[in-house]
């Protein structure tokens, strides 16, 4: 295996990093040690390497796949150091490369947009290249229509429709920003139909988020939780219209999509699985709060896998991204209070990190 992947290159950081990424990227457990050509007797990466501008960013790129391994944590400090201190010694069009790199690593980034970047950046004469570099374009330049027509859709059936947006003031989250999350599970472009669909239930994990963020008290978002958890419209006659407008369009959408499902493909999702994922995504958001506000941060984790799994993405998420430039004053909480409390003395950044 070691010899396939490496080749004549062995002695190449580039080519080696690449070569690992590639394969890691398409789910072949090559081991990480294929890194250990490039570190020195003490078991350090070689401080030779700090001259291999485009091998660093190959070896940052692969320590991105990483699965729990040292050496790529260390690949990946590694690089990460020696790139951001080189960035001012770099011409402007390197910098903006190396910076890009550091930014946007391939494996947590749209493939479209590490094409158009790519397509930016590279510079030279190669013949191929430039072919290549032409049907990139006009391969990136048709699949841009389809989205621009796909965002005409959307923001239409938004701004017309009686539900999303409309009524819950505290959803402030961008039409752009819901596509975009579209188009990274559907990115194929003959899956237009699905990426519009997609939006429909992405929208409503925003607004419900939102809820839960800063619409909310606790006593409503109990009453809120229950309510979905039975499914039940009248359990909602004492929220706040907002709420009652939120699941109500929730019922909708469920029952629109399944139908649709249903008719393509002869089999209903609802009458075979529930509303089993919604419910248990609603449940546990709004027990991270509860417990966040008892004291209780045992329990974070006490869900089947598959639900607590997808709503940990979702809530990391929102705790690393736009939450903490949000005035959020919620009853939701988040991991990063509730590692807070556990881990007594920890820096916000700390949390963060962990």
């Given amino acids: 295996m070691k010899s396939s992947i490496h080749g004549d290159c062995d002695e190449d950081l580039y080519e080696v990093a690449l070569r690992f990424r590639l394969l890691r990227q398409e789910g072949y457990t090559l081991p990480a040690d ?5 570190k020195n007797k003490e078991g350090k990466f070689k401080q030779n390497l700090r001259e291999d ?40 069009h390197q910098a903006a490369v ?30 191929w290249i430039n072919a290549l570099q032409e049907l990139a374009k006009i391969d990136f330049n048709m699949v841009k229509s389809v989205h621009q027509k796909e965002m005409l859709q959307i923001s239409k059936s938004m701004v017309e429709g009686p539900r999303f947006d409309r009524g819950v003031e505290v959803c402030k989250r961008s039409t752009t920003e819901m596509v975009h999350v579209a188009n ?31 619409g909310g008290t606790l006593d409503e978002l109990t009453l809120f939780t229950e309510a979905v958890n039975r499914w039940d419209l009248s359990a909602f006659k004492e929220l706040p219209e907002y709420m009652k407008m939120c699941f109500k369009t929730l019922d909708d959408i469920t029952n629109e999509i399944s139908t649709k499902v249903h008719k393509e493909h002869k089999w209903n999702p609802v009458a075979l699985y529930g509303r089993r994922g919604t419910c248990g995504a609603s449940s546990l958001v709004f027990s991270i709060g509860s417990w966040h506000n008892q004291g209780n941060v ?13 709503a940990t993405i979702l809530r990391l998420w929102d705790d690393l991204g736009s939450a903490k430039d949000e005035n959020q004053d919620g009853h939701d909480g988040s991991y990063v209070e509730c590692y807070l409390k556990e881990h007594r003395g920890s820096s916000v950044e700390n949390a963060r990190q962990s």
């Fill in 34 to 38: 294929v890194l250990n050509n490039f």
């Fill in 53 to 92: 501008i485009r091998g660093l960013m190959g070896l940052y790129e692969a320590s991105q796949l990483s699965i729990g391994e040292d050496i790529l944590e260390e690949a990946g400090n590694f690089s990460s150091l020696l790139l951001n201190a080189c960035l001012q010694h770099l011409d402007r």
């Fill in 98 to 127: 190396v910076k890009n790199t550091l930014e946007h690593p391939h494996h947590k980034s749209l493939a479209r947009f590490m094409t158009k970047n790519f397509l930016t950046d590279f510079q030279g004469t190669n013949g």
């Fill in 184 to 214: 990274g599970n559907h990115p194929r472009s003959k899956l237009s139909e699905q990426r519009i669909e997609l939006t429909k239930p992405i929208s409503l994990i925003y607004i419900i988020d939102d809820i839960f963020d800063v």
């Fill in 298 to 310: 045992d329990l974070v984790d006490d869900f089947p896998g598959i639900i607590s799994s997808t």
